[in-house]
């Protein structure tokens, strides 16, 4: 199977989709999320939380020539469960904490016996905060919208 198959499956979107929302959750809303499941996994660090730096990379117009827009803080972390299951995490800032959950979530959610129960209890409901803080900003902009029109003028 090609990178471009594997890409396009349905398992790896949705895994694209869940590390999307636990890397974009405010840790404070991840961590209040994760305590009310009351889950204890076993598991080792493949990787400890390492923070460092990232290229943040840009195009002039979408579709220009690629430049460098500057660095961002990033925090990584994998865990291995005692399953087996590997889980990884990428997050923004110098937070290890919501690396080492985002890590813990992510390799959960890729076991059966427990991905429904994360999904409807950890995922949907930061996906519901997240589209709520989206649409407030979406609000605020909206509020400041100024629309222009032309009159056209008719030749006397």
Request: a neutral charge; charged letters at 25%.
């Amino acid at each position: 199977m090609s990178v471009e198959q594997q890409q396009e499956s349905p398992e790896t979107r949705a895994r694209q989709h869940w590390m999307g929302i636990l890397a974009k959750s405010t840790v404070e809303a991840l961590q209040q999320r994760w305590q009310t499941l009351s889950l204890e996994p076993e598991y080792q660090f493949i990787r400890k939380p390492e923070t460092g730096l990232t290229m943040l990379r840009g195009r002039v117009g979408g579709s220009g020539q690629p430049f460098n827009l500057g660095e961002m803080t990033l925090t990584r972390c994998a865990v291995r469960l005692a399953s087996g299951t590997l889980g990884v995490s990428y997050v923004t800032g110098r937070n290890s904490q919501h690396a080492i959950t985002a890590a813990l979530a992510d390799a959960l959610l890729q076991e059966e016996r427990t991905q429904s129960l994360l999904q409807r209890e950890l995922i949907a409901p930061l996906q519901a905060e997240l589209d709520a803080e989206r649409q407030q900003r979406a609000a605020r902009a909206n509020s400041t919208r100024v629309d222009f029109f032309t009159l056209v003028r008719g030749e006397d």
